[in-house]
């Protein structure tokens, strides 16, 4: 597991630079998973390059999704594997984006599991939700700020797929960012604690420095929730 900026993910100076690296990666990850393996996502256009001795070339296709070899992704775009979990295809399906929210926190068992086969991402400047569905899930796409987009963002290597997903923290920032706001701290707590049932001792768990550095980005009143984080992160370094 790699973390863009290593020590601390948040290096404010190189903002821009790091958001260029988040849609490199996009593409980067997209040609790793689709050249030299046996089980891939494929374009419509490889399929053509594939298949040009067909007299049909659009007929061979549709044969092929009719018997289940190519499953269909989004226009143009197909995957060859249809036991692959779907969290694995969400940031090729729309993009630049990274698993966030639920999705994210579930995967680090701070939260129970989410709705079935419902991914939850992060992008920016999109300015409206998407949502996509197919065969391996619907796949829902939030916007986040551009200041805080590209900071703390993980990439995840297994068997062949190469993803994005949020660290605990930004995954957690990501979603109290998404709701609507709240009037304090109080309610912030019960989100945390009661809503979303994460255990008080795995939120005390996570990096806190991560957190109080990360809020203020997203510029909302749900981040009075900061108090608790700061707090709790100068009380830890008072008794180191």
């Known amino acids: 597991m790699l973390k863009f900026a290593p020590n601390n993910c948040l290096k404010h100076n190189y903002q821009e630079q790091i958001i260029v690296l988040v849609a490199f990666v996009h593409v980067v990850c997209y040609n790793y998973k689709c050249i030299g393996v046996d089980k891939m996502i494929v374009s419509i256009h490889q399929l053509k390059e594939k298949y040009y001795d067909y007299k049909d070339i659009n007929g061979k296709i549709f044969r092929d999704v009719k018997n289940g070899n190519l499953i269909p992704l989004i226009k143009g775009l197909y995957e060859t594997d249809a036991s692959v979990p779907g969290m694995k295809l969400a940031q090729f399906i729309y993009g630049p984006s990274y698993l966030s929210f639920e999705s994210a926190l579930a995967?680090?068992?701070?939260?129970?599991?989410?709705?079935?086969?419902?991914?939850?991402?992060?992008?920016?400047?999109?300015?409206?939700?998407?949502?996509?569905?197919?065969?391996?899930?619907?796949?829902?796409?939030?916007?986040?700020?551009?200041?805080?987009?590209?900071?703390?963002?993980?990439?995840?290597?297994?068997?062949?797929?190469?993803?994005?997903?949020?660290?605990?923290?930004?995954?957690?920032?990501?979603?109290?960012?998404?709701?609507?706001?709240?009037?304090?701290?109080?309610?912030?707590?019960?989100?945390?604690?009661?809503?979303?049932?994460?255990?008080?001792?795995?939120?005390?768990?996570?990096?806190?420095?991560?957190?109080?550095?990360?809020?203020?980005?997203?510029?909302?009143?749900?981040?009075?929730?900061?108090?608790?984080?700061?707090?709790?992160?100068?009380?830890?370094?008072?008794y180191i």
């Not at 796949?139 to 062949?160: S, W």
């Not at 609507?180 to 019960?190: E, F």
């Not at 957190?211 to 997203?218: G, K």
């Open 107 to 238: 995967y680090y068992g701070l939260i129970p599991e989410t709705v079935y086969r419902t991914y939850t991402c992060s992008s920016y400047n999109k300015r409206k939700i998407k949502k996509y569905s197919n065969k391996f899930g619907l796949y829902v796409y939030r916007d986040v700020p551009k200041e805080v987009f590209p900071f703390c963002v993980n990439i995840i290597n297994d068997d062949n797929y190469t993803f994005l997903i949020a660290s605990p923290e930004k995954a957690l920032c990501d979603k109290i960012y998404s709701i609507s706001p709240l009037d304090n701290v109080d309610d912030i707590k019960k989100l945390i604690f009661e809503d979303l049932r994460i255990d008080e001792s795995d939120f005390y768990s996570l990096n806190m420095k991560d957190i109080a550095e990360l809020a203020p980005l997203y510029k909302s009143k749900n981040f009075l929730f900061q108090q608790i984080v700061c707090y709790n992160y100068q009380l830890y370094f008072h």
